[in-house]
């Protein structure tokens, strides 16, 4: 029963890479089962398409200043969502503000999980004083809150993007070594991995070519989940002046700035609020539709 199970598992290993056309299927289906899911996905890539492009479709310079359109409402002839207290057109802003927001979710989440998922399986296949020494670190970064643990990164280093990217990354390393760790736990007993170290693998080929691998789909649900968490992250680093300096425009910039125009000018506001509700509302279902068909224990739940 055993050398059966270890067969199947070295077949499903050679299986996978055969074609494209089962992926697409496996998208299909996932599709069909999880219609939020595919909703989620379908306003993320539509937020990408804005991040990539829409700085190109901007009407006008996100830092023009018009004193003629000052706080105008929105409108299909000129200023589209409206503008500010500067004249800046709203749209304009939102576009850039989006690219900023995407780059560093994306960028700092998985900076963060990749470090952290090293880690992790470096913890769990070794061990011992490893183990003890990397979960030690781990205890450390949990022990601070995400936004003071940013916020004190920010404090230290230069303001830039790079820097909001590891100030927002480096706080989701525990997260990626606890996840990732507790894959390879299980996986290094498989007797897959005890044939490879049977027939002579070193170690980092058994980690990086046996191992890593069957940690792949916990790894991209906690990915998902967390770039959501880093836009957040980054609008509320923006919204208290800590971000992406001016001039350059960000969600969390704009809504700090609209602070003081939400009786006479709520559209400042809300535009880049329904924004950031939005990507965030997509990247956290999108998480849990793929937690729910990744998972083995959830396979059989579906809504």
Not at 88 to 97: E, P, Q
Not at 145 to 167: D, F, H, K, R
Not at 244 to 260: D, K, N, R, V, W
Request: glycine content about 10%; proline content about 6%.
């Amino acid at each position: 029963m055993q050398t059966t199970r270890t067969a199947s598992a070295f077949s499903v290993g050679k299986a996978a890479p055969e074609s494209s056309s089962s992926h697409w299927w496996a998208v299909v289906v996932f599709f069909r089962q999880r219609p939020l899911g595919a909703l989620a996905a379908g306003i993320i890539l539509v937020f990408v398409l804005m991040g990539a492009i829409g700085p190109f479709l901007a009407p006008y310079d996100p830092d023009e200043i018009g004193v003629a359109k000052k706080y105008a409402m929105p409108s299909m002839h000129g200023a589209l969502l409206g503008a500010d207290q500067f004249g800046r057109d709203v749209l304009s802003r939102m576009l850039y503000g989006i690219r900023i927001s995407m780059l560093v979710g994306v960028a700092a989440s998985f900076v963060g999980t990749v470090a952290g998922g090293i880690l992790g399986l470096a913890s769990a296949y070794w061990g011992g004083k490893t183990d003890a020494i990397v979960q030690r670190i781990v205890d450390v970064l949990m022990s601070f809150p995400l936004i003071i643990l940013a916020l004190t990164l920010l404090t230290a280093l230069a303001p830039s993007l790079t820097t909001v990217i590891i100030a927002i990354g480096v706080p989701f390393i525990p997260y990626g070594a606890r996840v990732v760790r507790a894959s390879t736990m299980v996986l290094k007993e498989l007797q897959y991995v005890e044939a490879a170290r049977a027939i002579g693998c070193s170690d980092l080929r058994i980690i990086f070519r046996h191992i890593a691998p069957g940690c792949v789909p916990l790894y991209i649900v906690l990915t998902t989940g967390l770039m959501g968490v880093a836009i957040i992250t980054e609008s509320a680093l923006g919204f208290l002046g800590l971000s992406i300096p001016p001039p350059t425009p960000t969600l969390g910039a704009m809504l700090s700035e609209a602070l003081t125009l939400l009786m006479f000018a709520p559209h400042v506001a809300v535009v880049p609020g329904v924004a950031i509700t939005l990507v965030v509302f997509a990247f956290n279902i999108l998480g849990d539709s793929l937690r729910d068909v990744l998972d083995p224990r959830l396979r059989g739940s579906g809504s």
